[in-house]
């Protein structure tokens, strides 16, 4: 058992050293990506490729939670030693996936043909050209990428998170640099933005599927012979549960982009994308260090090492604190940081990064708890209080902003929303790991 825990908290610290890297490049690639991108669009066709690529996080989450159920049974497999398992595991996925995203993408594209996109998205067509062809390659791209993006489900139940982000940071990198290379060739289009960041990562997951299968682990490479039915069904059972906290979670999300725009104007996108980059990186940290706590939480359950859990968790509140003070001291550095990042192009004002940061902070420790609650599948809670903020956001951001006429309103009231559901995991993780003497209360 004491060889189990050293080995978990040794690979938990190197996950976090390699990931810190890793991260540390990314963020500086979507910093250096953000005011690229803006001078080669100009801020309001800028703000429609923002709009889109919110749009575009929704594909993500159509995997039915199959993502999360799959790092979560492999973890399991691999602490019991099942390697058969795992590649049943990995193949049944694969496969629901494909079946998953075919007919998704031809009702996308249906979509896309049927209705006014520019009513829709509130954007000009005079400002913006052929919108309809940019949704339709932007979501086929995507769509293919989502299949391989198992590949980083498997690294994670590996409890290698550090390995699936760096294949996430290779494709933003590619983006960059032809990014970079269009905008010096003079080639500025919407169009061109959008394909190069959709194809980006498609190039790198289709490199990494035949080196994770191939040469590293070829034990667990997928294959229709290792397509099982139960195993499907267990996926999908503890999947649906991951799906609903994710196709809630996106909806809110990317629906803050499209009411801005409603709301406002595309180009009123840019400065909420911007403070929301630039205090998010507190998020990125802290998911760093927080990730790798997950599947090493399933790995210790899964071998009755409870202590293990409630010791790793208590350094995760010291995590939350240090955050807190490098968020107060962002808002105190936001003018200057946005000075020296993007000059004069957009104007923040001090409010907005305040209600940022209180909404990062609200994320992290919501978050700070969600990682153990996932390592054990207990996602009820979180589910209940996600489906209400999602519910209530939309008509409260809608009263908000008509009658503030300020994006700083919408920032708040996600803020306020989130926080029953953050109360609510803190009660839901000292039930189980310091009330409940079974596991009767894990659900």
């Excluded at 429609?48 to 199959?66: A, R, Y």
């Excluded at 960041?197 to 034990?219: D, K």
């Excluded at 260090?289 to 790793?312: C, H, V």
């Excluded at 994006?407 to 009660?427: D, E």
Aim: hydrophobic share 55%; charged share 10%; glycine share 4%.
């Amino acid at each position: 058992m004491l060889a189990n825990v050293n080995q978990r908290t040794l690979l938990i610290l190197k996950n976090i050293v390699a990931s810190a890297v890793v991260k540390g490049w990314s963020a500086l690639v979507v910093l250096l990506m953000v005011p690229l991108t803006l001078k080669m669009l100009g801020a309001y066709s800028n703000g429609v490729w923002l709009t889109i690529s919110g749009i575009l996080i929704w594909i993500d989450f159509m995997d039915i939670g199959l993502g999360n159920g799959l790092r979560n049974t492999v973890a399991k497999f691999v602490a019991l030693g099942d390697t058969k398992k795992v590649r049943m595991a990995v193949s049944s996925t694969f496969f629901i996936l494909t079946l998953i995203i075919i007919p998704l993408l031809l009702l996308f594209c249906t979509f896309i043909q049927l209705t006014d996109i520019y009513s829709l998205l509130g954007v000009d067509p005079t400002v913006v050209p052929k919108l309809d062809v940019i949704l339709t390659v932007a979501l086929t791209l995507t769509s293919i990428t989502f299949i391989l993006k198992a590949i980083g489900n498997l690294y994670m139940g590996l409890q290698l998170p550090a390995v699936s982000n760096l294949i996430m940071c290779l494709g933003q990198t590619l983006a960059l640099a032809v990014t970079f290379i269009a905008y010096t060739l003079g080639c500025r289009s919407l169009m061109y933005v959008v394909f190069i960041n959709t194809l980006s990562p498609l190039i790198v997951w289709s490199i990494f599927y035949p080196y994770t299968f191939t040469f590293r682990y070829p034990q667990y490479r997928p294959s229709l012979d290792h397509i099982d039915k139960q195993m499907s069904r267990q996926l999908c059972s503890q999947g649906v549960k991951f799906f609903v906290l994710q196709i809630f979670s996106v909806v809110l999300f990317a629906s803050v982009n499209v009411i801005i725009s409603k709301l406002f104007s595309p180009s009123e996108v840019t400065p909420y994308q911007i403070a929301y980059r630039y205090f998010s990186l507190v998020l990125v940290a802290f998911n760093i260090i927080a990730m790798p706590f997950w599947n090493a939480t399933t790995d210790a359950y899964s071998r009755g090492d409870m202590t293990w859990i409630r010791n790793a968790s208590r350094k995760l509140d010291i995590v939350v604190m240090v955050s807190l003070a490098i968020l107060v001291v962002m808002v105190l550095l936001s003018g200057f940081v946005y000075d020296i990042w993007i000059g004069d192009e957009v104007k923040i004002p001090v409010k907005l990064s305040a209600a940022m940061a209180a909404y990062i902070f609200v994320l992290v420790v919501s978050l700070r708890y969600s990682y153990i609650l996932n390592g054990v599948n207990a996602l009820r809670i979180q589910l209940i209080f996600t489906i209400i903020a999602t519910v209530a956001f939309v008509p409260l951001s809608w009263y908000a902003g008509n009658t503030f006429r300020d994006v700083t309103s919408i920032v708040w009231v996600m803020c306020i929303i989130n926080v029953p559901g953050m109360l609510a995991n803190a009660w839901k993780y000292y039930r189980i790991f310091y009330k409940d003497k079974t596991s009767e209360g894990i659900v």
